[in-house]
């Protein structure tokens, strides 16, 4: 694995830390260049890799400057501030969007072990993968092919039911659900949201999804109670689905099963 660009971006601040971003380019194993985000703190408890949901792009300006912001991505600075190494993932070159079958497939696996791979070289830290909506395809794909490389995965509000529309359908009606979830040896941590109205992503389905994980060696399932609200967009930024209102104890239950489950 070979760093090929280093720069130095824009200042994220959190209650007790204010950190430059850096975006830290890659190689994975096909070839090509993967761009994401770094942020590291000073002594590094672990290293957390978030995947945004959506189509994945991250949409950065000529400055370097996030313009797509889901949970995770909005609230990055809170897991620095509680003493976590982060990568931002973003698609790699000649991919605007990480397509479902693209976010479960091979390829997509080595383009997260890239970003593993320099995490490790970066601070000798437990690395966790952390997945919203969509981004529960990536983590799961990377938990699925990384085995030792990685201590656990989370996953919010996660992709558990495809539309008869989505490519998948025909093979992973349910989501996520339906991806090798058994050969997973990790801990797992199911988040989800009782008033989450996209319809991908029911938290019914929270408990059928954390009993798929046969090979892990702890799996617990968190269920908030958010308030019900009306929006443009029940799978955007600013809904349920995304935790709106409650987002930093949501970060807070994340950042406390990690610590409680890393070796």
């Not at 059928?208 to 799978?235: H, M, R, W, Y």
């Amino acid at each position: 694995m070979r760093v090929t660009a280093c720069l130095v971006l824009l200042s994220v601040s959190a209650s007790s830390v204010a950190l430059a971003e850096k975006i830290i380019t890659v190689k994975p194993g096909y070839g090509g260049e993967l761009n994401f985000i770094l942020l590291k703190p000073d002594n590094p408890k672990a290293a957390v890799v978030l995947f945004p949901g959506g189509n994945g792009n991250l949409r950065l300006n000529n400055d370097g400057e996030i313009r797509r912001k889901s949970f995770l991505v909005h609230n990055r600075g809170d897991f620095v501030d509680r003493g976590f190494m982060v990568a931002v993932f973003n698609p790699p070159s000649g991919l605007e969007n990480l397509l479902r079958p693209y976010r479960m497939s091979e390829k997509h696996g080595q383009d997260i072990r890239a970003v593993v791979e320099h995490l490790n070289k970066t601070a000798n830290v437990p690395v966790w993968l952390i997945g919203v909506s969509r981004g529960t395809y990536s983590a799961a794909n990377g938990a699925i092919r990384l085995k030792d490389l990685l201590s656990g995965i989370i996953l919010t509000s996660t992709a558990t039911k495809a539309r008869e529309s989505y490519t998948i359908y025909a093979t992973h009606p349910d989501g996520v659900i339906d991806m090798e979830l058994g050969s997973i040896m990790v801990p797992v941590l199911v988040v989800a949201n009782k008033t989450d109205n996209c319809a991908d992503s029911p938290a019914s389905n929270a408990e059928k999804l954390s009993k798929a994980f046969t090979g892990a060696p702890k799996t617990a399932v968190i269920i908030f109670d958010g308030e019900e609200e009306k929006v443009q967009d029940n799978c955007g930024r600013g809904s349920q689905h995304q935790f709106s209102g409650f987002e930093e104890k949501v970060v807070e239950a994340i950042a406390d099963f990690i610590k409680a489950n890393t070796k």
